[in-house]
Nanobody, 127 residues
């Protein structure tokens, strides 16, 4: 059973930066798609960014392209989301998500086909 533990959320001013971390344990890193979803108040959960261990592919939602960067440290089995130029509309609960599958990163982020969820971490962008 894969377990995901997030950290790094908090309160930041518009234009600021945060880095989220997701540590995965209890499973292999092979065929692992891992990424981040977020849910703002009153809105549906959306895929923000995903990365695949199959082909190294990454996916970014249109609203975060050019501002967010996803990366992974295989030795630590940890995925990071570096968030720069944060906007108030980036506010929400950010969830680490994963599943084992032989497809590219985009599929999980776009379809929401997630098998494992973290507990979520709050990100608030406000002055």
């Amino acid at each position: 059973q894969l377990q995901l533990v997030e950290s790094g959320g908090g309160l930041v001013q518009p234009g600021g930066s945060l880095r989220l971390s997701c540590a995965a344990s209890g499973g292999s890193s092979r065929f692992l798609i891992i990424g981040w979803f977020r849910q703002a108040p009153g809105k549906e959960r959306e895929g923000v960014s995903c990365i695949s261990s199959n082909d190294g592919s990454t996916y970014y939602g249109d609203s975060v392209k050019g501002r967010f960067t996803i990366s992974r440290d295989n030795a630590k089995n940890t995925v990071y989301l570096q968030m720069n130029s944060l906007k108030p509309e980036d506010t929400g609960v950010y969830y680490c998500a994963a599943r084992f599958a032989a497809y590219a990163a985009q599929h999980m982020c776009v379809t929401g086909d997630v098998r494992y969820w973290g507990q979520g971490t709050q990100v608030t962008v406000s002055s």
